[in-house]
Every structure is written in C-alpha cells, then in structure tokens.
C-alpha cells in the first residue's frame, strides 16, 4: 500500500471553520518531539508535508491533509512542551478537546509515543482520556531506530501493562522508525481496511 497523492488542504485554529466532514478523517497525535512530522512525511512520502523539528508548541493548528482524494490526516498539535505557559497549555486543551470529541467523521486517533522511554504519565492520561470518550484509539511507537528491538518491546510491553489497569484490552499497536521508513505500511493498510 502507498500514498499517491497527498496535499495540504488547511491549517486551523477554530474547530468551527474546519473542511465539511465528508471523507473518513484519522487524526496523529503526540508529545511534541515525539517524531509526528517525520512519521506523516514518510507515510506519505512527501519530505516537507508535516514540517519537522517546529519550535515545540509554537504552533496550535490543526492542519488537515488530503490524502489520495479519499481520506483526511490531521496533524494535531503536539502536547507536554516544557516551555509553554499554564494559559496557552490550557487553551491546546479546550481547543484540541473540542476537536476530538465534535468531529463525526473522525475514525480513529493515532497516539504517537517514543519507544525510548519508559511509559509517561502523559502519555498515559491522554489515553485513558480517549477511552473516556469512547474515542477509538491505536498507538503508534516511534524511534524504533533508536534502541535496540529489545528495548523497544520491553517499553511497549510496560505501556500495554499500565493500559490494562485502565483497559479490558490494549488497542492495536504499530512500531515505526521514520528514520528506517519502517512500520508504516501496516498504519496505512489499518486505514484502508476501516475506510473499506
Ligand atoms: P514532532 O515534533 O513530533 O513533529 O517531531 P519531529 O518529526 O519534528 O521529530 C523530532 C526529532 O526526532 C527530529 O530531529 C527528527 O529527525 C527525529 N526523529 C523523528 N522520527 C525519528 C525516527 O524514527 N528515528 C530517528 N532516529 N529520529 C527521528
């Protein structure tokens, strides 16, 4: 599976002014830093579609991309940048809220977490926020590059044991590096099947 065509649609900082809701929508979300830029330019195979390395949380935009004429990808804001006031943190959570729990066509948020670390509590929150909701979620671990396969698995195996505190079942879990352009046909293949 691959992307033929992907192309910005707009960047929006309302929830009131966002494309009509007519194509199945998968929003990426993430600790900024986490790798989200690079993971949607390697799944799209477009270099400069998600801008990478933004000074984190200076922009709060929900930009929307259209991707071979059938589907949307949202990039949404990164979450948990150190250098943001308690205002502007406050105000990434009512607007990125709002978004998640008004849009009808919204399928399935993607959460990004780095496979280097050892489960966050943030991480942690906003997922069992998103079960709080009835939000249909999967996690997408990035970095994999970075550790070795072993690291990786022990740090998604913690993560998938804290969820189950949460959870009756863990969602579907990918492991990608944007680095090695791995792990991100079966993202795509996910997708495909739910638009199916
Ligand atoms: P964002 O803030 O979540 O959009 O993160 P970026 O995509 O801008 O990535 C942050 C930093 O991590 C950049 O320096 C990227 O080059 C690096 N990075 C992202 N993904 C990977 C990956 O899979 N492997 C490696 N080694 N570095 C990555």
């Known amino acids: 599976m691959e992307v033929k065509k992907a192309e ?6 309302r929830v009131d002014k966002l494309p009509a809701p007519n194509l199945p929508e998968y929003a ?5 830093n986490v790798g989200k830029s690079s993971l949607i330019n390697a799944m799209t195979n477009k270099k400069g579609l998600a801008k990478t390395s933004q000074k984190p949380g200076k922009t ?4 929307h991309f259209i991707i071979d004429d059938t589907w949307y990808l949202v990039d949404l804001p990164g979450y ?4 943001a006031s308690k205002t502007s943190r406050n105000e990434w959570e009512k607007f990125i809220r709002r978004y998640l ?10 959460v990004l977490v780095d496979s280097r670390l050892e489960p966050q509590k943030i991480d942690l929150d906003f997922c069992y926020w998103l079960g709080e909701c009835g939000l249909p979620f999967m ?3 990035t970095k994999a590059d970075k550790q070795s396969a072993v690291k990786s698995d ?7 044991k804290e969820l189950l505190q949460w959870f009756e079942e863990v969602p579907p879990i990918f492991l990608t590096s944007a680095e090695k352009k791995v792990g991100h046909e ?3 293949e996910t997708i495909n099947e739910v638009n199916r």
């Open 80 to 83: 948990g940048f150190a250098k």
């Open 28 to 32: 990426f979300i993430g600790r900024s």
């Open 8 to 13: 910005f649609v707009c960047s929006n900082t």
């Open 154 to 160: 022990a740090n998604i195996a913690k993560f998938k």
């Open 101 to 110: 729990t008004h849009r009808d066509n919204l399928q399935c948020v993607f």
């Open 60 to 63: 709060q935009l929900i930009n």
């Open 139 to 141: 996690l997408v671990f």
């Open 186 to 188: 079966p993202i795509l």
